[in-house]
T-cell receptor
Framework: EAQVTQNPRYLITVTGKKLTVTCSQN?????MSWYRQDPGLGLRQIYY???????DKGDVPEGYKVSRKEKRNFPLILESPSPNQTSLYFC????????????????FGNGTRLTVT | RKEVEQDPGPFNVPEGATVAFNCTYS??????FFWYRQDCRKEPKLLMS???SGNEDGRFTAQLNRASQYISLLIRDSKLSDSATYLC??????????FGSGTQLTVLP
């Protein structure tokens, strides 16, 4: 089954303890991206990647890192999490390296709910 | 002013009603437009693309008005299963992608 898989689904951690949220897609998609969703603010892009070893900042990259060493994986790293990073996170992918377009819909993972205390 | 704005609702409508949402965007160079549906605490899923000529998919009709810079979504004969949050998404140049904050719809029995 074609899908984007995120792990873990739920994570509670403490301030400053490094964590990684994994994201993997099995559709051979070029483009992958991370979003956070907060009430009243909608989905905001953190980082995106157009291909292996190509990553770029989105709208809210501060406090996050990513890597794209393989086409299928795009982990999100929080080196020193803080309470303001408590949020619902989504990974997404699309076929085209240009991201979302009429011929290249965005497919989302089922989300990671992160709480930082 | 936000780049993409939606009325957050909530819209509470009876089953069978017709309901319409609008979404305005500020960048006149925006290139493509979509409606996504998001159920509570779940991932967004593509509902439909919005083309310049307008398009229909069953009970759903989407329209684009470039002159006034808004897109709309019309749902006819609302079902209980239509209850969700509807997100508009606008793409621009340089791979810019902007989500609206969503409109919440509840269809009541």
């Amino acid at each position: 089954e074609a899908q984007v898989t995120q792990n873990p689904r739920y994570l509670i951690t403490v301030t400053g303890k490094k964590l990684t949220v994994t994201c993997s897609q099995n559709m051979n998609h070029e483009y992958m991206s991370w979003y956070r969703q907060d009430p009243g603010l909608g989905l905001r892009q953190i980082y995106y990647s157009m291909n292996v070893e190509v990553t770029d900042k989105g709208d809210v990259p501060e406090g996050y890192k990513v890597s794209r060493k393989e086409k299928r994986n795009f982990p999100l790293i929080l080196e020193s999490p803080s309470p303001n990073q408590t949020s619902l996170y989504f990974c997404a992918s699309s076929l085209s390296s240009g991201g979302l377009s009429y011929n290249s819909p965005l497919h989302f993972g089922n989300g990671t709910r992160l709480t930082v205390t | 002013r936000k780049e993409v704005e939606q009325d957050p609702g909530p819209f509470n409508v009876p089953e069978g009603a017709t309901v319409a949402f609008n979404c305005t965007y500020s960048n006149s160079a925006s290139q493509s437009f979509f409606w996504y549906r998001q159920d509570c605490r779940k991932e967004p899923k593509l509902l439909m693309s919005v083309y310049s000529s307008g398009n229909e998919d069953g009970r759903f009709t989407a329209q684009l008005n470039r002159a006034s810079q808004y897109i709309s979504l019309l749902i006819r004969d609302s079902k209980l299963s239509d209850s969700a949050t509807y997100l508009c998404v606008v793409t621009g140049s340089a791979r810019q992608l902007t989500f609206g904050s969503g409109t919440q719809l509840t269809v009541l029995p």
